[in-house]
């Protein structure tokens, strides 16, 4: 999503997004690990060493979806996250949530070096 800064102030352009067809999903899933799709929605669980590493990371992916205005379901017990991602206004998966799974997986990778 293209972000335009002006003056300090953010702009976000919005772009359309459409629900998308299993076998477009199934062939972007290629490309983004361990994640599944079920229920009209992504879904993954993440194990971090403990409850602070966990709670760390959950931070770090909410900015990510405040960038792209893109807001996840998700659980927290001690040290894992199960994250449910779908774009309830399209009644499904769209690109937002494969670029935020996209980025999720960019988190949990670098967390798991820390």
Same mark, same amino acid.
């Given at each position: 999503?293209?972000?335009?800064?002006?003056?300090?102030?953010?702009?976000?352009?919005?772009?359309?997004?459409?629900?998308?067809?299993? *076998?477009?999903?199934? =062939?972007? !899933?290629?490309?983004?690990?361990? +994640?599944?799709?079920?229920?009209?929605? @992504?879904?993954?669980? &993440?194990?971090?060493?403990?409850?602070?590493?966990?709670?760390?990371?959950?931070?770090?992916? *909410?900015?990510?979806? =405040?960038? !792209?205005?893109?807001?996840?379901? +998700?659980?927290?017990?001690?040290?894992? @996250?199960?994250?449910? &991602?779908?774009?309830?206004?399209?009644?499904?998966?769209?690109?937002?949530?494969?670029?935020? *799974?996209?980025?999720?997986?960019?988190?949990?990778?670098?967390?798991?070096?820390?």
């Amino acid at each position: 999503m293209p972000i335009f800064y002006l003056k300090n102030t953010l702009f976000v352009y919005l772009r359309k997004v459409k629900k998308l067809m299993n *076998a477009e999903i199934i =062939e972007k !899933l290629k490309y983004l690990s361990n +994640w599944m799709i079920y229920d009209d929605a @992504l879904h993954r669980n &993440l194990e971090f060493k403990d409850f602070q590493d966990c709670i760390k990371a959950i931070n770090r992916i *909410a900015v990510e979806c =405040e960038r !792209l205005n893109h807001h996840p379901e +998700w659980t927290n017990s001690h040290n894992t @996250l199960a994250i449910r &991602l779908t774009t309830h206004d399209k009644g499904g998966v769209t690109s937002l949530d494969l670029e935020l *799974a996209s980025a999720i997986n960019k988190i949990y990778n670098e967390a798991k070096k820390d």
